[in-house]
């Protein structure tokens, strides 16, 4: 069962603008919209409530692979665990029709400081010899890499890709591999150009860890966005603003749209609890539906001002009965708990004040 569930545990160009930009919705709206399909429950069912969800609530599929890499069979281009491969059709096949696609894959661990773990039956297995002695630009690292992305852009057909998930994070928290990290970046952006020259690639950018320290993120984040079609990023900012979105500054997002002027924008990964977080997250933030329909409305004004290509909410429910049945026992049990409520529907599957808001524009 294990097997049907990827977990999320985040903190949580070759040439630019060559890839196609695909946005917009059926009216006024220059954006697409939607979810990943992070399940509310460790049950089958939850998983197509998920994807119900995205349905009606969304026109933006969101495929979000951060936990791990099938390292040698991409290397060796032999079938990955039979229970994965099952996984990535079985999601495939659940795709609304219609709806655009966003799929997102990364070379590097979800606590964004080193290589990402290996992806065999389960997530972030352990890494095998040699994998655990390699660095970002060994050989082997970015032939598997590339060809892992290139079987994933296989299986999806997305319309945007980032092939790093939060990668300006690891040029603080491991700056000894960034360089090598912007290595595999060249060589790997190359070999999807060259196989893919029409599809927007990007990284995505952690824009509340930028915002911490701009002095030390600005040179990292800027070789960065030269590769990447789109400025594309994510953000919590509930927690660096104690809940209030009325405290994010106004150019929030504006600032590192105007990183890369021209290049198209995008929301990768954002959301806004509707209950207070506590604990075991170590800090309390406190969070209500208001305060969670005020953030909605900030993004989507924000995202209207920018012409945005995309935006990601990342959960649709609240996991109140994955917390109860697992997530509260993880070692990692406090960083789980800074999303547990971030649902534009509460966990009893009811839409919120927020989803009316979302819906709206969904609409237009």
């Not at 655009?100 to 400081?113: M, W």
């Not at 806004?272 to 329909?293: F, G, M, N």
Request: negative net charge.
């Amino acid at each position: 069962m294990k097997q049907l569930f990827v977990l999320m545990i985040s903190l949580l160009p070759f040439l630019t603008s060559c890839g196609d930009i695909v946005g917009g919705g059926a009216g006024s709206r220059p954006y697409v919209m939607g979810f990943t399909a992070f399940p509310h429950a460790k049950t089958d069912a939850a998983v197509l409530e998920a994807w119900d969800a995205i349905a009606v609530s969304a026109d933006l599929a969101v495929i979000h692979e951060d936990g791990g890499i099938p390292w040698q069979e991409a290397l060796d281009g032999t079938p990955y665990d039979a229970s994965y491969a099952w996984w990535l059709d079985y999601v495939q096949s659940l795709i609304p029709s219609g709806h655009a696609v966003y799929l997102a894959v990364t070379p590097i661990s979800s606590s964004r400081d080193g290589l990402a773990l290996y992806r065999g039956a389960d997530s972030d297995e352990p890494l095998p010899p040699p994998w655990n002695t390699y660095t970002f630009d060994e050989p082997d690292v970015m032939e598997a890499f590339a060809n892992h992305c290139l079987n994933m852009i296989d299986i999806y057909d997305p319309d945007y890709f980032a092939f790093a998930i939060e990668a300006n994070m690891l040029a603080d928290l491991s700056p000894g591999e960034w360089q090598a990290f912007m290595t595999l970046t060249h060589e790997v952006c190359a070999d999807i150009r060259n196989v893919h020259p029409f599809l927007s690639i990007f990284a995505t950018i952690q824009a509340d860890y930028y915002h911490n320290d701009v002095g030390s993120q600005i040179v990292p984040v800027s070789e960065l966005l030269f590769y990447c079609d789109i400025v594309a990023v994510s953000s919590y900012a509930y927690s660096r603003f104690n809940g209030d979105p009325s405290a994010i500054p106004a150019d929030y997002l504006t600032a590192l749209a105007d990183l890369s002027p021209g290049q198209p924008f995008a929301v990768a990964e954002t959301a806004w609890p509707a209950e207070p977080v506590d604990l075991p997250y170590p800090v309390y933030i406190p969070a209500s539906e208001a305060t969670q329909k005020e953030y909605v409305e900030r993004l989507l004004a924000d995202c209207d001002e920018l012409s945005a290509a995309f935006i990601c909410w990342f959960l649709t429910r609240d996991f109140d009965d994955y917390w109860e049945s697992d997530f509260q026992y993880f070692p990692n049990a406090d960083i789980i708990r800074f999303w547990k409520d971030c649902g534009l529907y509460d966990g009893d599957g009811v839409g919120r004040p927020a989803l009316t808001s979302w819906m709206q524009a969904l609409e237009s």
